[in-house]
C-alpha cells in the first residue's frame, strides 16, 4: 500500500460546482495536512495547512482532516475556472522529519 | 520580494554531460530542499538544507549534489546526466516553525537526451 493515495482525475465540473478532492494514507504517525494547488508550468504554491483532525475554512476552501480514517479532503465551493489547477496533497508527521510526503496530486478543470 | 528564483527554465542536455540548477531565496528562510516531479507521480525530495554549511539526502538523491554556502542559494548539480534525470525539478523552502510550509520555485524543466 502506497502511503498516501490520491485519485489522478482528471475532474471537470462546471462552474459554480461543490468540488471533493480526497486523499488517504496509512502512517498514523502524519500530523500536519497539506493542500498545494499547482498550475501548469508552474511550482506548487500552499493552499491550506491543518495540524491534526478537524475543519479549516479559508474562504470558497474548507480542508478536512479525519485521522480515525486516514482521510483528509479539500472542499472548493463556488468553483471557478481560475480554479483549474492540479492539486496535490501532502502530510508529515513533523517532529524533526524535514519530508513531506507528497500525493500524485488530481487535475481539475473548471468549466465556463 | 521575488521569494524563490530558479535558473534556468529549461535546459536539454546530452548523456553524460554535467549541468548545476541555480536557487536562490530572498525570504531568509533557513531550510531548503530540491524536488524532482515526474508525469503523474508526486515531487520526491532529492535534496535538503537545514542551514549554511548543511545538507542531508533525501528519498531519491543518488546522481544529484548540492552545497548550501549562504542561506540564500542552494545549488543542485547533475554529474553524468542520465535519461532518468528528465524530470521538472522545483527548488523550495521554508522557516522556523512553519517548515512544513514550503514556498516553491517556478521550476526547471530538465530533458536528458
Known amino acids: 500500500q502506497k502511503e498516501v493515495e490520491q485519485d489522478p482525475g482528471p475532474l471537470s465540473v462546471p462552474e459554480g460546482a461543490i468540488v471533493s478532492l480526497n486523499c488517504t494514507y496509512s502512517n498514523s504517525a502524519f500530523q500536519y495536512f497539506m493542500w498545494y494547488r499547482q498550475y501548469s508550468r508552474k511550482g506548487p504554491e500552499l493552499l491550506m495547512y491543518?495540524?491534526?483532525?478537524g475543519n479549516k475554512e479559508d474562504g470558497r476552501f474548507t480542508a478536512q482532516v479525519d485521522k480515525s480514517s486516514k482521510y483528509i479532503s479539500l472542499f472548493i465551493r463556488d468553483s471557478q475556472p481560475s480554479d483549474s489547477a492540479t492539486y496535490l496533497c501532502?502530510?508529515?508527521?513533523?517532529?524533526?522529519?524535514?519530508?513531506?510526503?507528497f500525493g500524485k496530486g488530481t487535475k481539475l478543470s473548471v468549466i465556463p | 520580494n521575488a521569494g524563490v528564483t530558479q535558473t534556468p527554465k529549461f535546459r536539454i542536455l546530452k548523456i553524460g554531460q554535467s549541468m548545476t540548477l541555480q536557487c536562490t531565496q530572498d525570504m531568509n528562510h533557513n531550510y531548503m530542499y530540491w524536488y524532482r516531479q515526474d508525469p503523474g507521480m508526486g515531487l520526491k525530495l532529492i535534496y535538503y538544507?537545514?542551514?549554511?554549511?548543511?545538507?542531508d539526502k533525501g528519498e531519491v538523491p543518488n546522481g544529484y549534489n548540492v552545497s548550501r554556502s549562504t542561506t540564500e542559494d542552494f545549488p543542485l548539480r547533475l554529474e553524468l546526466a542520465a535519461p532518468s534525470q528528465t524530470s521538472v525539478y522545483f527548488c523550495a523552502s521554508s522557516f522556523g516553525q512553519g517548515r512544513e510550509k514550503l514556498f516553491f520555485g517556478s521550476g526547471t524543466q530538465l530533458s536528458v537526451l
Open positions: 538544507s537545514v542551514g549554511a554549511g548543511i545538507t
Open positions: 491543518t495540524y491534526s483532525s
Open positions: 501532502a502530510m508529515t508527521s513533523g517532529a524533526g522529519s524535514y519530508q513531506l510526503t
